[in-house]
């Protein structure tokens, strides 16, 4: 087995695609904000310049597209890219068994110090935890089913807004996913009904971004969020048109 997997490294696509977030405590923080009426500000560590995301956020609405089925394509590693590789202590205490490789940091959220546990990928060529592999074929997490919120949320849950003020809640494949390496990558497939779908991987994601909120004490309307995904649930009805979550009140 671990000469399979040796073998698999060894053809495995070399990352050279920059992020957005070489930081993915910043990332998520970032995500989080469009979630959020007030603004969030963030330190990598003290004495590096704060980052200030203060969005407006007017409404928030959920997508027809959370609705679609994410199937995570065999052979493929494009979530795996270079950024840290972050857990709150809580996540580390119950998600991480195995420990190896991650060592405690202070960052400031909102001028607090906040203590993360985190493994930086970004020298690497590949993902070290790239080291087990897929039932389908193909490298997989050695961290499954609870590798960091940064790599199970995309681009199953995204945060985005296409216009000033509305945030969507939505998945979609990668920006420039063209350019990406490696290939083939994940697909959504539209769905008749609910019950062509399992919700319950979004709600955990969901979960997981309502711990991030909790532990750096940012208000988000993740609560009305999951609210309105059960909703949804019940109805057995897949939507056509956005739903308004929450809005900003006056």
């Keep these: 087995m671990k000469r399979q997997i040796a073998l698999l490294r060894e053809g495995e696509t070399p990352r050279k695609n920059s992020v957005g977030h070489a930081d993915s405590i910043e990332k998520i923080l970032w995500q989080l904000s469009l979630l959020s009426p007030d603004p969030v500000r963030y330190q990598g560590r003290p004495g590096l310049k704060e ?13 027809p597209s959370l609705f679609r ?3 995570c394509t ?3 590693t494009a979530c795996c890219q270079k950024f840290t590789l972050d857990y709150t202590p809580h996540e580390f ?3 991480v068994a195995d420990k190896t490789g991650f060592e405690e940091r202070v960052v400031l959220v909102n001028g607090k110090q906040k ?3 985190t493994n930086d990928q970004n020298q690497n060529p590949i993902c070290d935890f790239l080291t087990v592999e897929k039932p389908t074929g193909g490298l997989g997490c050695a961290h499954w089913p609870a590798p960091p919120l940064s790599c199970i ?5 995204q945060f985005i807004q296409m216009r000033p003020g509305k945030t969507f809640v939505l998945k ?6 063209w350019a990406m390496t490696p290939t083939p990558q994940c697909q959504f497939i539209q769905v008749d009904n609910i019950e062509e779908m399992d919700l319950e ?3 955990q994601i969901l979960d997981r971004f309502q711990e991030w909120a909790r532990y750096f004490g940012i208000k988000t309307a993740i609560p009305q969020i999951k609210t309105s995904i059960r909703n949804t649930l019940k109805t057995g009805l897949v939507p056509v048109t956005g739903i308004p979550v929450w809005k900003r009140e006056g």
Aim: net charge positive; charged share 20%; aromatic share 12%.
């Design 153 to 157: 949320s995309a681009p199953q849950i």
């Design 51 to 63: 980052r200030v995301y203060d969005f407006p956020v007017n409404e928030v609405l959920v997508s």
């Design 172 to 177: 979609k494949p990668y920006g420039r996913a």
């Design 115 to 117: 203590r993360m546990w």
């Design 93 to 95: 205490v119950t998600l």
């Design 74 to 76: 065999s052979g493929c």
């Design 201 to 203: 991987d979004a709600l």
């Design 69 to 71: 089925k994410f199937i």
